[in-house]
């Protein structure tokens, strides 16, 4: 009910509610498919509606990002594929022999859909940050709360992909009323899962939530006062920042600063510090430990350190004192240097 307020009526929170009927909707038709209320004919028809989630999240995600809805020409590269499956699944059912076969082929599209999209959003948040280099789940440890969210989307999304793998090929081993059944009953369980889950991120999560007296998207850029900076400047400046600080580590250095930044690359200060602020929401001291403790995270894997003192990498990795490295570790793992180090010892 929060999101029906005028005060949270913003695009990416309107997307939200239409995701989140989406799921009643997806649980009143696998009910309906549960106790055999529905044709084989009309339960590939329903098929095509699971197709929906992933380009519907798709846009919600990039609204939440960019504050704005995805350009017509994405928008029409998502359609089309719906709108050609909706005929190729119409074909199928009009002939009883057919059905079956289409039911598993667009279940086979289906699932494909829910393993692609998290992959497509996680490249567009990687874009968005001017990440070249790091792999697609690393993107997410920027701002973790506030793309809390995002991440629930996108692992939800993979681990259905899963289920729907599972339903729809299991029949060539199991019995197809067992086989169908037992996943109708996972898929609902797990959307009443999933929606409650999303709504106790938006209780206690604000952050998470696009206000409509303000300016949305997750950078939100907010210009300095009388600043000429515009958001695309910001952030190919952006761009520059992570390129310089994964080439050429100067994180490394404890005594480095934001004015030795812009120095190395040429670009005033005040420039930097609001793309730091203003379209990054970090400051500069948060945005280099970051990279400092995710160079201590590497190191805890290197077996050549295993029995080198923490705070000797801490100090190696550019902290210079042990309160600041210990708050910054707790502040963006959400658990202490040791605990990491021996999680990441026993998954390797």
Same mark, same amino acid.
């Given at each position: 009910?929060?999101?029906?307020?005028? +005060?949270?009526?913003?695009?990416?929170?309107?997307?939200?509610?239409?995701?989140?009927? /989406?799921?009643?909707?997806?649980?009143?038709?696998?009910?309906?498919?549960?106790?055999?209320?529905?044709?084989?004919?009309? +339960?590939?028809?329903?098929?095509?509606?699971?197709?929906? !989630?992933?380009?519907?999240?798709?846009?919600?995600? %990039?609204?939440?990002?960019?504050?704005?809805?995805?350009?017509?020409?994405?928008?029409?590269?998502?359609?089309?594929?719906?709108?050609?499956?909706?005929?190729?699944?119409?074909?199928?059912?009009?002939?009883?022999?057919?059905?079956?076969?289409?039911? =598993?082929? =667009?279940?086979? =599209?289906?699932?494909?859909?829910?393993?692609?999209? !998290?992959?497509?959003?996680?490249?567009?948040?990687?874009?968005?940050? /001017?990440?070249?280099? @790091?792999?697609?789940?690393?993107?997410?440890?920027?701002?973790?709360?506030?793309?809390?969210?995002? @991440?629930?989307?996108?692992?939800?999304?993979?681990?259905?992909?899963?289920?729907?793998?599972?339903?729809?090929?299991?029949?060539?081993?199991?019995?197809?009323?067992?086989?169908?059944?037992?996943?109708?009953?996972?898929?609902?369980?797990?959307?009443?899962?999933?929606? %409650?889950?999303?709504?106790?991120?938006?209780?206690?999560?604000?952050?998470?939530?696009?206000?409509?007296?303000? +300016?949305? /998207?997750?950078?939100?850029?907010?210009?300095?006062?009388?600043?000429?900076?515009?958001?695309?400047?910001?952030?190919?400046?952006?761009?520059?920042?992570?390129?310089?600080?994964?080439?050429?580590?100067?994180?490394?250095?404890?005594?480095?600063?934001?004015?030795?930044?812009?120095?190395?690359?040429?670009?005033?200060?005040?420039?930097?510090?609001?793309?730091?602020?203003?379209?990054? /929401?970090?400051?500069?001291?948060?945005?280099?430990?970051?990279?400092?403790?995710?160079?201590?995270?590497?190191?805890?894997?290197?077996?050549?350190?295993?029995?080198?003192?923490?705070?000797?990498?801490?100090?190696?990795?550019?902290?210079?004192?042990?309160?600041?490295? %210990?708050?910054?570790?707790?502040?963006?793992?959400?658990?202490?240097?040791?605990?990491?180090?021996?999680?990441?010892?026993?998954?390797?």
């Amino acid at each position: 009910m929060m999101l029906l307020t005028r +005060r949270f009526r913003s695009l990416p929170n309107i997307l939200l509610m239409v995701i989140l009927a /989406g799921i009643v909707v997806f649980n009143i038709l696998n009910s309906l498919i549960l106790n055999d209320l529905v044709t084989e004919q009309a +339960r590939l028809m329903f098929s095509v509606v699971y197709l929906l !989630p992933p380009p519907l999240i798709y846009t919600y995600w %990039y609204t939440y990002i960019h504050g704005k809805v995805p350009p017509k020409p994405t928008v029409i590269s998502h359609l089309i594929p719906l709108f050609f499956l909706l005929l190729v699944s119409l074909t199928f059912a009009l002939s009883e022999r057919m059905v079956k076969a289409g039911l =598993i082929l =667009i279940g086979e =599209i289906t699932t494909l859909y829910h393993l692609v999209y !998290p992959l497509l959003m996680l490249n567009l948040l990687k874009s968005f940050y /001017g990440i070249s280099k @790091k792999g697609l789940g690393e993107v997410l440890k920027f701002r973790s709360e506030k793309t809390t969210i995002l @991440k629930i989307f996108a692992f939800a999304m993979i681990f259905h992909s899963l289920v729907f793998f599972m339903q729809y090929n299991s029949p060539l081993i199991f019995p197809s009323y067992l086989h169908l059944h037992t996943f109708m009953k996972i898929q609902i369980f797990f959307m009443i899962v999933l929606q %409650y889950l999303i709504t106790w991120v938006i209780i206690t999560m604000p952050v998470v939530i696009h206000f409509s007296d303000k +300016r949305i /998207g997750l950078a939100a850029f907010k210009k300095y006062e009388h600043s000429s900076l515009s958001c695309d400047e910001a952030k190919r400046i952006a761009v520059k920042l992570n390129s310089h600080m994964e080439s050429s580590k100067p994180y490394q250095n404890p005594l480095y600063s934001v004015q030795d930044l812009s120095r190395d690359l040429e670009i005033s200060y005040l420039d930097v510090a609001e793309t730091l602020n203003g379209l990054l /929401g970090q400051s500069f001291n948060d945005y280099i430990n970051n990279y400092r403790i995710e160079e201590v995270k590497r190191l805890f894997r290197e077996p050549d350190y295993n029995k080198v003192p923490i705070l000797s990498i801490a100090f190696e990795s550019g902290f210079n004192s042990k309160a600041a490295f %210990y708050s910054s570790f707790k502040k963006f793992t959400r658990e202490t240097p040791t605990q990491c180090r021996n999680r990441l010892h026993t998954d390797s």
